[in-house]
């Protein structure tokens, strides 16, 4: 009865089991790939997905996306397809935090102060 959604750039996207419930719950398209399967939408409509979610009864944890920081992997020198060498890149990660629990008792997000 609890869902999690996660703010992924301009979207906010759920996974798995939560996905399922958005699908069934708040009429999303459900994107399958290999191993998962995911709901995305717009991040204009998230008050519109929490109000059907909430309508069902169900309590919503979103997360926002903080500041992107780069974690330094260790220098990898291989070679290319052309015989050089190359060295790989830092990978860039996001932190995600949760910003508020809306409940069917509280259903109005405040993503305007996000």
């Given at each position: ?67 992107a920081?780069?974690i330094?992997?260790?220098?990898v020198?291989?070679?290319s ?34």
């Open positions: 009865e609890k869902i999690l959604i996660f703010r992924v750039g301009c979207t906010y996207e759920s996974c798995g089991l939560d996905a399922l419930m958005c699908m069934k719950y708040a009429f999303r398209q459900l994107i399958r790939s290999k191993d998962n399967r995911r709901v995305s939408f717009p991040y204009f409509q998230i008050q519109e997905v929490l109000d059907d979610l909430t309508a069902a009864g169900l309590t919503v944890a979103v997360y926002e996306e903080g500041e920081y780069e330094r992997k260790e220098r020198n291989r070679k397809a052309t015989g050089t060498n190359r060295k790989s890149n830092p990978i860039r990660r996001r932190h995600r935090n949760l910003f508020q629990v809306v409940s069917p008792a509280s259903p109005t997000y405040l993503y305007e102060s996000c």
